[in-house]
């Protein structure tokens, strides 16, 4: 069964500095894997994702992902954080045959301190 | 000009009443998708619509209805609303049932139950 784990609830990082927010899961065949960002009081907007090819995809806002199979990971990372990123961040895993069934992870919270 | 709106933002009811949150997109895509999200931000779907046809049921209630009256439109009615209802319910949308295709996610319903 699919499953997607993120191992940190809360992450605090200032303002400038690098970012990675960690994403593992587990899935018997190639994933199609996803980041979603929800910021407060709104819906989740899709800043990436990975269906094939090139391992270390790019996204909007500046944020990258890399999809490693031998770890089963697709960790996201951003080299300067901004206020504005502050926000909760969903790691997704999708179903290569099927309907559009998506399996998120439970969130990590981003701080961003001044 | 909203890709998916849902109606009301907030909804504080009783428990054992009847309630329906509403939703819409005018992007015209053929799939429409609802998912819970819990206390704990742990996000799950319930059910999804590919051209008014139900393709995904997960394991929900079935006091939990929802009602497809065209492909812009996707409602859920709760009966009988328990404690345990309280979440957030999201709607989403995607132009087909694909994990390739992305999903767009409105804003939200907070739903309390009392």
């Known amino acids: 069964a699919q499953s997607v784990t993120q191992p940190d609830i809360h992450i605090t990082v200032s303002e400038g500095a690098s970012l990675e927010l960690r994403c593992n899961y587990s899935?018997?065949?190639?994933?199609?894997l996803f980041w979603y960002v929800q910021s407060p009081g709104q819906g989740l907007q899709l800043l990436l994702k990975?269906?094939?090819?090139?391992?270390l995809v790019q996204g909007i806002k500046g944020f990258e992902a890399e999809f490693k199979r031998s770890q089963s990971s697709f960790n996201l990372r951003k080299p300067s954080v901004h206020w504005s990123d502050a926000a909760e961040y969903f790691c997704a895993v999708g179903e290569q045959t099927g309907a559009n069934n998506l399996f998120f992870g439970t969130g990590t919270r981003l701080t961003v301190i001044p | 000009d909203t890709a998916v709106s849902q109606t009301p933002k907030y909804l504080v009811t009783q428990m054992g009443n009847d309630k329906s949150i509403k939703c819409e997109q005018n992007?015209?895509?053929?799939?429409m998708y609802w998912y819970k999200q819990d206390s704990k931000k742990f996000l799950k779907i319930m059910f999804s619509y590919n051209n008014k046809e139900l393709i995904i049921n997960e394991t929900v209630p079935n006091r939990f209805s929802p009602k497809s009256p065209d492909k812009a439109h996707l409602n859920l009615h709760i009966n009988s609303l328990e404690l345990g209802d309280s979440a957030v319910y999201f709607c989403a949308s995607s132009r087909a049932p694909s994990s390739t295709d992305t999903q767009y996610f409105g804003p939200g319903t907070r739903l309390t139950v009392l």
């Open positions: 899935y018997g065949a190639t994933p199609y």
């Open positions: 992007l015209g895509h053929d799939t």
């Open positions: 990975y269906f094939s090819g090139d391992t």
